[in-house]
């Protein structure tokens, strides 16, 4: 999202963009703004160190973030568990200090859901884009909290049992993250929360038919602003993709299977789903990662190990999906019905949200049966109510 932050920035409001980042993101993920006029700027050393071994998918795999037996709390709390070092921030605000000093910019735009003292002491305006939509930011005991998964309307005290369940590991990361905070001249944090809102501008992307549902609870501050997505006309140029010859002349409707670099990393869970699949009357293109290069498929089934998603969502017609907030945005953005099958942190809710608008159905990934899976999938096929609304939903996403 960032990045389609920094090019638009650059080209269509035509200002000086610097985007700082690491080697390595810049290596896999910085394509897109070739040719555009944002100067990129590589830290000297390894940014957040811990946020480079969080996003390793052999790491996940050893950790056991992705054991089916681990309930939605125990999940979040191994995640916490693994994010307790101090040193990584105070390592990377030296940079931004040293940055910021040379830069001299007039506005700070950052992903990043913490507060850096470096940034909150500068004065600079200041735009935060939130990652995992509204749960990220707004913190009330009346809405489900982040990475819960859990239904809107619940009992409070439903939602305090979560919190309780991960309190010991968030604190062993707050506790100390505030305590620099406040040795570094900064305001201290409300209790448990890693950044405030009322100091900045906010913006997340999220479709305005499932973020409605938490207006009901709690209205959205004035600084807080939601777009449906933050796809960019450049997220579309040349990618273009065939129904491959395997599929093409099957019957059956064409159905999208896709679960993230992490996720599609349990081999073991993968084949399984994809055995269900070849029971199915349908076809399926599946983007199977890479740990599955050797897996022979069914017949309906064709896959690669990474695939051009934004070319593959309008030809299909379902989308089967860890419910990565990206994946969430794109396929609402053409209209398709989802099956759900999330694995952790945010991807509970948004399932959760897919599935109580009615534009999905939310399943368990380790656990949903033959029947169940491939059931839900001709359940929502056969909806042609809900096509039409999703069809009615993707064309007002579109108009902009």
Same mark, same amino acid.
């Given at each position: 999202?960032?990045?389609?932050?920094?090019?638009?920035?650059?080209?269509?409001?035509?200002?000086?963009?610097?985007?700082?980042?690491?080697?390595? *993101?810049?290596?896999?993920?910085?394509?897109?703004?070739? $040719?555009?006029?944002?100067?990129?700027?590589?830290?000297?050393?390894?940014?957040?160190?811990?946020?480079?071994?969080?996003?390793?998918?052999?790491?996940?795999?050893?950790?056991?973030?992705?054991?089916?037996?681990?309930?939605?709390?125990?999940?979040?709390?191994?995640?916490?568990?693994?994010?307790?070092?101090?040193?990584?921030?105070?390592?990377?605000?030296?940079?931004?200090?040293?940055?910021?000093?040379?830069?001299?910019?007039?506005?700070?735009?950052?992903?990043?859901?913490?507060?850096?003292?470096?940034?909150?002491?500068?004065?600079?305006?200041?735009?935060?884009?939130?990652?995992?939509? #509204?749960?990220?930011?707004?913190?009330?005991? %009346?809405?489900?909290?982040?990475?819960?998964?859990?239904?809107?309307?619940?009992?409070?005290?439903?939602?305090?049992?979560?919190? #309780?369940?991960?309190?010991?590991?968030?604190?062993? *990361?707050?506790?100390?993250?505030?305590?620099?905070?406040?040795?570094? $001249?900064?305001? &201290?944090?409300?209790?448990?929360?890693?950044?405030?809102?009322?100091?900045?501008?906010?913006?997340?992307?999220? &479709?305005?038919?499932?973020?409605?549902?938490?207006?009901?609870?709690?209205?959205? &501050?004035?600084?807080?602003?939601?777009?449906?997505?933050?796809? *960019?006309?450049?997220?579309?140029? $040349?990618?273009?993709?065939?129904?491959?010859?395997? %599929?093409?002349?099957?019957?059956?409707?064409?159905?999208?299977?896709?679960?993230?670099?992490?996720?599609?990393?349990? #081999?073991?869970?993968?084949?399984?789903?994809?055995?269900?699949?070849?029971?199915?009357?349908?076809?399926?293109?599946?983007?199977?990662?890479?740990?599955?290069?050797?897996?022979?498929? /069914?017949?309906?089934?064709?896959?690669?190990?990474?695939? /051009?998603?934004?070319?593959?969502?309008? %030809?299909?017609?379902?989308? *089967?999906?860890?419910?990565?907030?990206?994946?969430?945005?794109?396929?609402?953005?053409? $209209?398709?019905?989802?099956?759900?099958?999330?694995?952790?942190?945010?991807?509970?809710?948004?399932?959760?949200?897919?599935?109580?608008?009615?534009?999905?159905?939310?399943?368990?990934?380790?656990?949903?049966?033959?029947?169940?899976?491939?059931?839900?999938?001709?359940?929502?096929?056969?909806?042609?109510?809900?096509?039409?609304? %999703?069809?009615?939903?993707?064309?007002?996403?579109?108009?902009?």
């Amino acid at each position: 999202m960032a990045v389609n932050v920094a090019r638009e920035l650059a080209t269509r409001a035509e200002h000086r963009v610097i985007y700082l980042t690491s080697q390595e *993101i810049a290596d896999k993920k910085l394509d897109k703004l070739s $040719g555009t006029k944002v100067e990129i700027m590589i830290e000297p050393e390894p940014g957040i160190k811990v946020w480079e071994r969080l996003g390793d998918n052999n790491y996940w795999v050893e950790s056991g973030l992705l054991n089916g037996d681990l309930q939605v709390h125990e999940k979040a709390y191994l995640v916490f568990s693994e994010m307790q070092s101090i040193d990584s921030f105070r390592s990377d605000n030296q940079l931004l200090d040293q940055v910021l000093a040379a830069v001299k910019p007039d506005l700070i735009v950052t992903d990043s859901n913490i507060v850096y003292p470096a940034i909150a002491r500068s004065g600079i305006p200041l735009i935060r884009i939130w990652i995992t939509a #509204r749960l990220t930011g707004i913190n009330d005991r %009346l809405l489900p909290p982040h990475g819960s998964g859990l239904p809107i309307g619940c009992n409070p005290e439903v939602y305090d049992e979560f919190k #309780r369940k991960i309190i010991k590991p968030f604190n062993a *990361i707050w506790k100390p993250y505030n305590n620099y905070l406040v040795s570094m $001249g900064c305001q &201290p944090l409300p209790e448990n929360v890693l950044f405030t809102i009322d100091d900045c501008l906010n913006i997340y992307a999220y &479709p305005k038919e499932m973020d409605q549902l938490y207006d009901q609870i709690k209205p959205l &501050p004035k600084n807080v602003i939601r777009v449906d997505h933050m796809l *960019i006309e450049s997220d579309f140029d $040349g990618q273009q993709f065939k129904i491959p010859d395997k %599929l093409r002349d099957k019957s059956g409707k064409l159905i999208y299977f896709a679960m993230g670099s992490i996720c599609s990393s349990d #081999r073991q869970n993968m084949i399984r789903l994809i055995k269900m699949f070849g029971k199915s009357q349908h076809r399926f293109i599946v983007s199977l990662g890479d740990r599955l290069d050797d897996y022979p498929l /069914p017949d309906n089934v064709w896959g690669q190990p990474s695939l /051009p998603q934004l070319s593959i969502l309008p %030809l299909v017609d379902l989308v *089967i999906t860890h419910c990565g907030i990206n994946t969430v945005c794109e396929t609402m953005y053409f $209209g398709k019905p989802m099956i759900c099958l999330p694995v952790y942190c945010d991807q509970y809710d948004h399932s959760q949200r897919i599935h109580e608008s009615g534009f999905g159905i939310r399943l368990d990934v380790h656990k949903c049966t033959e029947r169940q899976l491939l059931g839900s999938i001709d359940s929502l096929l056969a909806d042609k109510v809900l096509a039409k609304k %999703l069809k009615k939903i993707s064309q007002r996403i579109q108009l902009y």
